[in-house]
């Protein structure tokens, strides 16, 4: 079993920047599979960036490249979301999900809140 918790949604105006973070504990490694996925309200969850896990290769969503960073700390099994130039559509729930292909679907978060204002 995998638990994941994530932190560091809020308010931030446009053009601002916010940091998540996203710690995984329990049976994890360093070659799972760490990402986000974003909800807005009345749409559907889709999917942010991911990162691998020793080669640490990135995979971002074209709307948040240039702007978002994912990155990890395998020795903490935390991966990070560096939000930069935030714009309103950005605001939703953020998910993060640990995946480590033994299992049928990944393990997810509780979500954190990001909400940008215009």
């Known amino acids: 079993q995998v638990q994941v918790v994530e932190s560091g949604g809020g308010l931030v105006e446009a053009g601002g920047s916010l940091r998540l973070s996203c710690a995984a504990s329990?049976?994890?490694?360093?070659?799972?599979?760490m990402g986000w996925f974003r909800q807005a309200p009345g749409k559907e969850r889709e999917f942010v960036a991911s990162?691998?896990?020793?080669?640490?290769?990135?995979y971002y969503a074209d709307f948040v490249k240039g702007r978002f960073t994912i990155s990890r700390d395998n020795a903490n099994n935390t991966a990070y979301l560096q939000m930069n130039s935030l714009k309103p559509e950005d605001t939703g729930v953020y998910y993060c999900?640990?995946?480590?292909?033994?299992?049928?679907?990944?393990?997810w978060g509780q979500g954190t809140q990001v909400t940008v204002s215009s």
């Open positions: 999900y640990a995946y480590n292909g033994a299992t049928p679907s990944p393990y």
């Open positions: 329990g049976r994890t490694s360093n070659s799972d599979v």
């Open positions: 990162i691998t896990g020793s080669a640490g290769t990135t």
